[in-house]
């Protein structure tokens, strides 16, 4: 029973158009999360979600746009895709609690790759 | 704001070595620490964590004391393996909505 989930796992797309990935969690977290992984393994915070209110959003470019639904779910809309967004992206939950976030738990992560 | 550097990689060991990876930080407050590990093609797993000064997390065989005098949080293993080869991610959760991560430390264990 996966805890958090994301779909595609793998995308190929041609630059300019516009994609989905899908994240869920069955954890009962009301934070989320979506971070940018590069070829160097670097992980980036792009945005923070908690109860469904965006509260980071880390100079994105606004051809991202995350929505969230509800407190399981956070997706996040790409669109005008550029060769510089190939990337691995993750999405992540946690429980803000006492102040601060305990762990969190990740997704597989959706490879995207712009041609 | 909150930061996290790690030692740099690629780090190449022999089975049964004993591995450091250093991890120190800079946050306000009092955060919590966490090593996350990424084997190739996997997401982040949490490996160990430590909430508060002079905590020590375990796990498989990995320990990690959170130290607040020298602002660091170690990661240690005395016997690795094969299978130990993966992605060490050090980060840190302190008082806003995120976890900060450092940069990666990429172990490779030769049989």
């Known amino acids: 029973d996966t805890a958090v989930s994301q779909t595609p796992k793998y995308l190929v797309t041609q630059m300019g158009n516009d994609k989905s990935i899908k994240c869920e969690q069955n954890?009962?977290?009301?934070?989320m999360y979506w971070y940018k992984q590069d070829s160097k393994k670097f992980l980036k915070i792009m945005f923070s979600y908690n109860n469904k209110e965006l509260i980071i959003n880390e100079t994105v470019p606004n051809r991202f746009s995350p929505k969230s639904p509800d407190k399981a779910h956070l997706n996040l809309h790409i669109n005008s895709l550029e060769l510089g967004d190939s990337a691995v992206y993750f999405c992540a939950s946690s429980l803000w609690a006492a102040g601060r976030n305990t762990e969190a738990f990740f997704g597989q992560g959706t490879r995207l790759t712009v041609v | 704001g909150d930061s996290v550097t790690q030692m740099e990689g690629p780090v190449t060991l022999s089975e049964e070595a004993f591995l450091t990876i250093n991890c120190t930080y800079t946050a306000t407050g009092y955060p919590s620490l966490f090593w996350y590990v990424q084997y190739p093609g996997e997401g982040l797993q949490l490996l160990l964590k430590?909430?508060?000064?002079?905590d020590k997390g375990s796990n498989k065989g990995f320990e990690a004391t959170y130290r607040k005098e020298t602002t660091s949080f170690h990661l240690e293993k005395g016997s690795v393996q094969v299978s130990d080869s993966a992605v060490y991610f050090c980060?840190?959760?302190?008082?806003?909505?995120?976890?900060?991560f450092g940069a990666g430390t990429t172990v490779t264990v030769r049989a």
């Open positions: 980060a840190l959760s302190s008082n806003d909505y995120k976890l900060s």
């Open positions: 954890l009962g977290h009301d934070t």
């Open positions: 430590a909430t508060k000064a002079d």
